[in-house]
């Protein structure tokens, strides 16, 4: 759907992330769907999870069929995040993940795994944070804030078919 971005100087970007509703507690964790489905699994350990293995085995678990799930693992205290994400159509981890972070900070703050509205979440890839108000099946007024920098230049040629 639409998403208003903007500038915040530097190299930080806002952007604002649709109303989320419906979360629900699965038997693997918090079921989720910030624009795309995502489930939350909390662990004491990011570092030691595999999260490849681990990941697919949840994104293609009959409980999620037949699209599947993004799987979040999240490690947290009472005012941050890490999260490592397993990203369904990329089929690997990705260094950070927008909705992922979004589901993320949402699942620990309504499970009161977090105390804070404007959290920090660590990523492979940086540092992001979100701010959102909970409601009474999800959140909304959710804003994404993070950098956002250039990674990757390059061409492709595509023959026809004759």
């Not at 998403?3 to 038997?27: F, M, N, P, W, Y």
């Not at 999800?138 to 250039?150: C, E, N, S, V």
């Amino acid at each position: 759907g639409p998403h208003k971005a903007r500038s915040l100087g530097d190299d930080q970007i806002e952007i604002s992330i649709s109303d989320v509703h419906g979360v629900k507690k699965t038997g693997d964790g918090i079921a989720i769907n910030t624009g795309v489905p995502h489930l939350v699994v909390f662990t004491d350990d990011t570092d030691n999870i595999d999260v490849v293995s681990e990941g697919r085995r949840l994104r293609y678990s009959q409980l999620y069929a037949p699209d599947g799930v993004n799987v979040d693992f999240v490690q947290h205290d009472r005012d941050s995040i890490k999260v490592r994400t397993y990203e369904r159509g990329v089929e690997d981890e990705t260094l950070a993940c927008g909705t992922g972070v979004t589901a993320s900070v949402i699942a620990a703050a309504i499970t009161g795994k977090i105390v804070t509205d404007n959290p920090v979440v660590n990523v492979r890839g940086g540092t992001l944070s979100v701010s959102y108000t909970l409601t009474a099946d999800g959140a909304k007024d959710i804003l994404l804030r993070g950098p956002a920098t250039f990674v990757f230049s390059g061409e492709i040629e595509i023959q026809s078919a004759k």
